[in-house]
């Protein structure tokens, strides 16, 4: 559940700070460089390609859904382009807020079942792609 985006990040602070962050066009130039959605290609592009999996809370309101989604397919199209689809994962975990981990608050009425699965995807993504054997 991080930010896909500096703007989105330093919109969450806004919000939870009741502050208002003043861009100027360095600022503005350094949230362009580290966009998911602008980057994709960029991101996709390099030697050796990273091997991404993207996970998100079903029931996260920190982030916004669409942006989040806009991010999701600018990857996944990069990657096709790359001939890489296999490298690139998204799971959505029903009922988990925006924090995971075992100190986590899950809005599921199972979180035991949540929390395996998060555990089950971050283990399967790891010996696949963080091996000895790749």
Sequence with gaps: NAPLSVKENVRNWEQALHRQ??????ARAAADRYDVERQAGRIA?????????L???????SFDAEAVGRATAAL???????????????????GVGHNFGPDAKLTTSRPTVASDEI?????HFFERYLSASH
């Design 76 to 94: 996944r199209t990069a990657y096709e382009k790359e001939n890489a689809e296999s490298k690139f994962a998204v799971k959505v975990f029903s």
């Design 55 to 61: 996970m998100r809370g079903g029931a996260d309101e």
């Design 45 to 53: 592009h390099r030697k050796p390609l990273p091997a991404l999996l």
């Design 119 to 123: 555990d089950d995807t971050v283990e």
């Design 21 to 26: 962050f003043q861009w100027d066009a360095a």
